[in-house]
């Protein structure tokens, strides 16, 4: 038994137990002594592997940073610093709460959806005689058709069985999908917008299915690759989580080292993404306080501006809120307040975007520049519980369901998977077909490509948390993701490592 009155460096003691470390008896006295915050203690203790901790670990708690930061050179040969950046908003939200929810508006959210799906239905090939529901019964039996509709409901009874109610515009009926193509079919969700082709069975009261089609995006061409003619890069980061216990300051260090260190992509970085869980916000979760560092939601900003005002000044820098912001949940989510941020919004390499939110970065005249489409990604997680096929695999792999969502041209294709502001038009389908698809959310690190388009799931500066002890996620921070814009290939970078 521990001979302390402090009953929060027991409860310490004892929780760092329960993770296999020993705090000695000499480092219980030398916080005590020093008087140390605890949750700088919780912090180490969060990265430390199973052992002791010691005094001397103690000590180079007392001033990490500046050590750091000391190596940085006072200037540096970027050549990023050659070229102008630009960053140009191409989708425009009407943030403000305008309408109230209501069934009529509810009803037009979803219309807006089927219509605006619709037409990039239409777009694809191999989708031919498309007919309504309400037509279709002035179709022969036998004859094929297709028809563009929304799921309604789903009902699968598995090993082949399973049927849909679908409905248009016009009308709704049963739909039962052929055997032959039940692997495909089942991954199809509720509200999701899709083409089936078939045909009606004999008493002409229900549809079969025999071919699916999503809206997805084309096989790519040279010419549809953009790249910059400049030899610039960029580099995604996300829930950097400022203000909380396990924040991994060694991640903030190692990013200005690296940045300083005169490798090829940091000469070049010219674009830096930050997508969303800037701070780790307060009151999100149930006895989040203990996991705090900063229990204050200024304080929290005000670290994570300071980060932000390091940045060199050449470098564009996009950010967008996520769901541990102090931003409102319901998407599209409004840019960060300057209230909270208020030199960085005066800074002209600082942009602060919405969640969702497609950006255009270098498109000078002549050059198309990169669609970049930034979601912080919260409705992943409903999406990969419902796919059976991805479930186990998808938040180590977060791409996987990056696809889906591209496949689908939607961000939240399953009602009810984020919050909405109740408007009228649907801000979450993928009209333009973006470059590069960046989200976060997960804590996990992913890259790959689909159809040409750079796929990155950024990693966190956030370590494990009890919370994701819960759940049973595990978190993969410290990874820096790059992208060369002009070669159009990536790079990961282990901070940590
Ligand atoms: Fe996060």
Redesign the pocket.
Known sequence: MLETKDEKINELYLWALKHNILITKDAIEYILYKGIDLNKVKNILTKKEPGFLEVKELEELENPEKKEVEILPATSSFLAKNYEGKVKRVWEFNTDFESKTSVENFLNYFRDRYNKIRSLLLQRQGIRNVVSIEKLTSYKINEEVSLIVSIREKHDRGKGDLKFLIEDDTGEILAFVDENIYDVAKNIVEDDVVAFKGKLNGSKKYFIIKEVFYPDIPIPTNESIAHTKEPLTAAFL??L?FGSAQFIEKAMQRFFKWLYSGDDYAKRLKYLFIL??NV?GVGIYPDQEKELLMHNIYDQYKAFEEFLLKIPEHIEVIIIP???DAVRLAEPQPILPKKYLEEAHNLKNLHFETNPAMVNIHGFDGEKGINVLLY?GYSFNALIDTLTDIRKVARDKPTIVMKEILKRRHLAPIYGSTLLAPKEIDNHVIDIIPDIFAS????SHDVSNYKGVTLISAS?W?AQTSFQDRVGHVANPGKLTLVDLQMRKTKVIDLLG
């Open positions: 996300s829930d989580h969303g869980d780790d996520g769901n541990h912080h976060g959310d997960l804590h966190t956030q």
